[in-house]
């Protein structure tokens, strides 16, 4: 009966576009025309790990105004141009932003929500778009149809929503997603993996906070011995006891201040215990868990105790290599792919490896080793170096 019914709605909602995967039906039919909302707090993640975290700001901080400072090329397989349609657009998305600042919200939001939304304005006389915007990925829902593709997305702000429907042509929205093994439509942020992380630095932050408004120091300890060896406080000794230490030496502002005891009573100071002793170096090992998490070397950072790279030139090269270099890349592709589907015309944007500084020794290297190789024609050896077969282009 199931099947039957399963069928009987394959036939009434028949989609434009089937998924080439035999399970994208199975997997995305039971959510089919209603919003998949993300099982992730978008809102509280980017407050406490971001906002709230001087490590996981400026993880985040360092990944996204690197990547969004690398210059972008634009070339087909034949050609690299120095002027063109899609680069006038990228340098100037919108009036109110250039081209630094689109790619940073939008790497910004990846690294924080594991998606990026890029809105296209279109052109009323058709072709490439007329400005792109960056879209908040909180208030961005995929509305999945029932093959399992995206058949709209919703976008709510204030109580109103707007829907940006996918069907026949270039699609308004682009989506860049980080994988995600148990989600069909979202991306898991490398804030999420550093959840845990986040916590942990949080608190360590807090008890620190904490001990400095005690002067510093460690709880102590009053002990009452009586004259006839009685070690008990009546009942209004201790209420008066307690009221004068809230209202006397409690606080920030009572720092410092001298404790004035009667007699039979006798101040023991504590001395940090082990576990107080190891705080700092939980708190430095949570650092390097977030920085890890989002592929920044600890020692670029400040962080003590991190000897995995011989120098900060090695770490800045590996932070490129491994972390800048691959996100430009799949974002790049990404937006390449969509803008060519508005224009006749298809092209690839890549980044300028030739503009990196941290990359300037290999780039060296590589151009000496191709350059020497005789056997290799020119167009053999552009390719290598990632340039198309011909010159720049207009």
Not at 36 to 47: H, I, K, Q, V, Y
Request: aromatic letters at 8%; glycine letters at 8%.
């Amino acid at each position: 009966m199931v099947l039957k019914l399963f069928r009987n709605s394959r036939v009434q909602r028949a989609a434009p576009e089937q998924k080439a995967s035999a399970v994208g039906r199975a997997a995305a039919w039971h959510s089919a025309g209603r919003v998949a909302w993300s099982p992730r707090d978008a809102a509280t993640l980017t407050r406490t790990g971001f906002l709230g975290n001087p490590v996981g700001f400026r993880c985040v901080k360092m990944v996204a105004e690197a990547a969004a400072s690398l210059p972008l090329v634009l070339q087909d397989r034949q050609t690299r141009y120095s002027e063109h349609p899609a680069l006038d657009l990228v340098r100037r998305p919108n009036p109110v932003q250039g081209r630094a600042e689109l790619f940073e919200a939008l790497y910004g939001q990846l690294l924080l929500t594991g998606n990026g939304y890029l809105e296209a304005v279109a052109s009323p006389e058709g072709g490439l778009p007329m400005e792109l915007h960056v879209l908040r990925s909180d208030r961005m829902s995929v509305v999945p149809g029932s093959d399992g593709w995206p058949v709209g997305y919703e976008y709510s702000v204030g109580g109103r929503a707007h829907r940006f429907d996918v069907g026949e042509g270039p699609s308004p929205v682009c989506h860049i997603k980080s994988f995600h093994p148990q989600d069909d439509h979202y991306g898991v942020s490398p804030m999420q993996a550093a959840a845990r992380a986040v916590d942990v630095h949080n608190s360590a932050a807090h008890w620190s906070k904490a001990l400095l408004d005690n002067a510093a120091r460690p709880s102590g300890a009053i002990v009452f011995s009586g004259a006839d060896g009685q070690g008990t406080l009546s009942h209004d000794q201790y209420d008066r006891l307690v009221n004068e230490m809230e209202s006397h030496h409690q606080g920030a502002r009572n720092a410092g201040r001298p404790m004035l005891l009667e007699g039979g009573l006798d101040w023991k100071p504590m001395g940090f215990s082990p576990s107080d002793m190891e705080f700092q170096k939980t708190k430095e090992s949570a650092a390097r868990e977030i920085a890890l998490a989002f592929g920044v070397p600890p020692m670029l950072l400040g962080i003590p105790g991190d000897a995995t790279y011989a120098n900060y030139q090695e770490a800045n090269r590996a932070f490129y290599r491994l972390t800048v270099l691959p996100l430009v890349s799949r974002v790049a592709a990404s937006v390449a792919d969509w803008l060519s589907s508005y224009s006749i015309d298809v092209f690839e944007l890549r980044p300028d490896l030739d503009q990196v500084p941290a990359l300037s020794a290999e780039r060296d290297a590589q151009w000496t080793r191709v350059t020497a190789a005789t056997f290799l024609s020119d167009d053999e050896k552009r390719a290598l170096l990632g340039l198309a077969t011909k010159g720049a282009g207009a």
